[in-house]
């Protein structure tokens, strides 16, 4: 416990609690898009229908018809051959990485993450004391010469990363980057774990395919409908070959036996009488006139010198300082100004990121956008002049 980091994003939530505060800093879906009534209509559908069985006990892999969605969509959005048997409900994606790790960490493992990389996974892999090796982020994907290089150096046991809107960057892998990444890996025994929290929120081109589809059976997929219909359920799963899933349920059932049974009929409910595809598409054009909007308004605000990511998806953009701007010191000024962050230091295993920040677009409204950035580029002016 004494080498796991607190949550960054989850002490920071806690100064933000205030009404008059703008926060970037939480990875949190805009309220405004869930689909409350539709949801209502669901749970109410369930426990007309279904009541006794949603609320006893249930298996550890989950609702089957849930699963078998899960598993038609792979095929038909993403043209990848997976079997409901293949897919595992968790609490979260967040629990994918808690019960990856406990199959395949032992203290000291080798485990490659991206640089920056997401805090949550770092976070939960940390429980189980491997040794972080960061594989530094270019504008199209992770640096592929330096992952080679660590390959050859020692095969790590996983390599986790985010190929679409990374979190924190924004950046998407180029399908160029996803086909490398594969060779990279092939047959040196490491699982890409691939993390696709936000493969549905693209908002400019077409939607890349899977590293799996270069990879096989040498990758875990991980999903989510927290950021498609809503993150209070806590609704996510995990694909992965047999062997490997066998294992994960294993994880599982101590964990906690299966994941909340009344949860998973009321989003599968919903997902068989409603259009998620409408649905996601409405949340996309928010979010992508919430990115656009942001980005002007960091243009017009920020002094020169400051550089952002341009994200094609997702819920956040990356910022850069000019060197000697230590955003840790810029945010207890942002909170003056009654505007939150997260500072590029929270997402970096060895150090590093202290000129950047981590801003997310999704959740403020679009006055809370213009005014948090005027009042982040005002703080952002005692040090850049």
Same mark, same amino acid.
Not at 339 to 345: L, T
Not at 350 to 361: E, H, I, P, S, V
């Given at each position: 416990m004494e080498k796991t980091p607190r949550s960054f994003i989850r002490e920071i939530l806690k100064t933000t609690e205030r009404s008059e505060v703008i926060s970037f800093a939480g990875g949190l879906p805009n309220p405004s898009l869930f689909a409350v009534e539709a949801l209502a209509t669901a749970?109410?559908?369930v426990m007309a229908d279904a009541g006794r069985a949603a609320l006893?006990?249930?298996?550890?892999?989950?609702?089957?018809?849930?699963?078998?969605?899960?598993?038609?969509?792979?095929?038909q959005r993403l043209g990848l051959s997976v079997n409901p048997d293949e897919i595992l409900i968790t609490n979260g994606s967040q629990q994918c990485l808690d019960l990856i790790g406990k199959i395949f960490l032992n203290p000291g493992d080798p485990i490659l993450i991206e640089r920056p990389g997401?805090?949550?996974?770092?976070?939960?892999?940390?429980?189980?004391?491997?040794?972080?090796?960061?594989?530094?982020?270019?504008?199209?994907?992770?640096?592929?010469?330096?992952?080679?290089?660590?390959?050859?150096?020692?095969?790590?046991?996983?390599?986790?990363?985010?190929?679409n809107a990374q979190n924190p960057s924004g950046i998407t892998y180029s399908e160029e980057k996803r086909r490398a990444v594969a060779a990279a890996l092939a047959g040196t025994g490491t699982i890409?774990?691939?993390?696709?929290?936000?493969?549905? #929120?693209?908002?400019?081109?077409?939607?890349?395919?899977? %590293?799996? @589809? +270069? =990879?096989?059976?040498?990758t875990i997929i991980t999903g989510s409908f927290s950021k498609i219909v809503t993150p209070g359920l806590r609704i996510g799963w995990v694909a992965a070959p047999g062997e490997i899933l066998e294992q994960i349920t294993v994880a599982k059932?101590?964990?906690? #036996?299966?994941?909340?049974?009344?949860?998973?009929?009321? %989003?599968? @409910? +919903? =997902?068989?009488?409603?259009?998620?595809?409408?649905?996601?598409?409405?949340?996309?054009?928010?979010?992508?006139?919430h990115r656009d909007l942001m980005i002007a308004a960091i243009e017009e605000e920020f002094p020169e010198g400051v550089r952002y990511t341009r994200p094609d998806g997702g819920m956040f953009l990356w910022v850069t300082l000019p060197e000697g701007c230590s955003t840790m010191r810029l945010l207890e000024i942002a909170l003056q100004e009654n505007?939150?962050?997260?500072?590029?230091?929270?997402?970096?295993?060895?150090?590093?990121?202290?000129?950047?920040?981590?801003?997310?677009?999704s959740n403020a409204s679009e006055e809370g956008i213009v005014e948090g950035i005027r009042r982040l580029g005002t703080a952002i002016s005692t040090f850049v002049r």
């Open positions: 749970a109410q559908d006893q006990y249930s298996t550890t892999e989950g609702y089957l018809p849930l699963r078998e969605f899960i598993a038609e969509r792979y095929r997401y805090l949550g996974a770092i976070q939960a892999f940390s429980l189980y004391e491997p040794a972080f090796r960061p594989v530094p982020l270019l504008d199209d994907g992770p640096d592929i010469g330096y992952l080679k290089a660590m390959q050859e150096e020692a095969p790590a046991r996983l390599f986790y990363g985010v190929p890409f774990v691939e993390d696709d929290a936000y493969g549905e #929120l693209r908002f400019d081109g077409r939607r890349l395919p899977p %590293i799996r @589809r +270069y =990879l096989d059976d040498a059932q101590a964990s906690d #036996l299966h994941s909340n049974t009344l949860a998973q009929r009321i %989003i599968a @409910r +919903y =997902l068989e009488t409603n259009d998620i595809d409408a649905h996601i598409e409405r949340i996309t054009r928010v979010y992508r006139a505007v939150a962050f997260v500072p590029g230091r929270a997402f970096y295993v060895d150090g590093g990121g202290d000129t950047a920040m981590r801003l997310n677009f």
